[in-house]
């Protein structure tokens, strides 16, 4: 059974630029959370989809959108990037309790 | 709101002996409660959570936590430890959401570093 996967597994893009991110659920899994992992933090709440819907948002600027397809896996779209932009950005989904993480996506932005 | 403090940047162990990691959390009502575990440019693996029942959890790798209301703690232990664990360990409260939605707070993270 796949775990959560997602692409790139790194990126380098310059101020200003929009960039993709993508995720695939673990199988079975209805609901995916992104978060953002500056370094040397702990992961921050970025947003929830289910069912195709964001059900909750953290404290993100709307330069930050997302997506969730039928088949449960997602995107998170980035605006205009800045340099605070730059961070691993983890995808974790849930069926239960629990949330499952990907391995990130690693965001440089120069 | 909820929140979790990691008091600890890091904690040091030898090899085979018992280690523990702190947590205490705030939250509004019952707590779900979580560890998590990240090695070097990868993403976080779920050791064990705290949702009801049992207050000592049992999870993966030999780890447990032992959850205790009164002084709103989970810390992390393991028996005897690996030079394998050294990791970034992270604890997580759940805040809001039905079993499969809500979001995670983490705290700021506490190195291990397991020396032979």
């Known amino acids: 059974d796949a775990g959560v996967t997602q692409s790139p597994t790194h990126l380098i893009k310059t101020r200003g630029q929009q960039v993709t991110l993508r995720c695939s659920p673990k199988?079975?899994?209805?609901?995916v959370s992104w978060y953002q992992q500056a370094l040397g933090q702990g992961p921050q709440f970025i947003f929830q989809?289910?069912?195709?819907?964001?059900?909750q948002r953290g404290n993100f600027p709307d330069r930050f959108s997302g997506h969730q397809f039928p088949n449960y896996s997602s995107e998170l779209n980035v605006n205009a990037l800045l340099l605070g932009d730059s961070a691993l950005y983890l995808c974790?989904?849930?069926?239960?309790?629990?949330?499952?993480f990907g391995p990130g996506t690693r965001l440089t932005v120069t | 709101a909820q929140s979790v403090a990691q008091p600890e940047d890091q904690v040091n162990v030898a090899e085979g002996n018992p280690l523990t990691v702190k947590c205490t959390y705030s939250?509004?009502?019952?707590?779900?409660l979580f560890w998590y575990v990240q090695y070097p440019n990868r993403g976080l693996q779920f050791l064990l959570k705290?949702?009801?029942?049992?207050?000592l959890v049992k999870g993966s790798y030999g780890f447990e936590a032992e959850f205790n209301k009164s002084q709103t703690s989970f810390h992390l232990k393991k028996p005897s430890a690996l030079v394998s664990d050294s990791a970034l360990y992270f604890c997580?409260?759940?805040?809001?959401?039905?079993?499969?939605?809500?979001?995670?707070?983490f705290g700021q993270g506490t190195t291990l570093q397991v020396k032979p």
């Open positions: 974790a989904s849930s069926l239960d309790y629990e949330q499952y």
């Open positions: 199988s079975g899994h209805d609901t």
């Open positions: 989809y289910y069912e195709e819907e964001e059900r």
């Open positions: 939250v509004s009502g019952n707590p779900y």
């Open positions: 705290y949702i009801t029942g049992d207050n």
């Open positions: 997580a409260v759940r805040d809001g959401g039905s079993s499969n939605t809500g979001k995670l707070i």
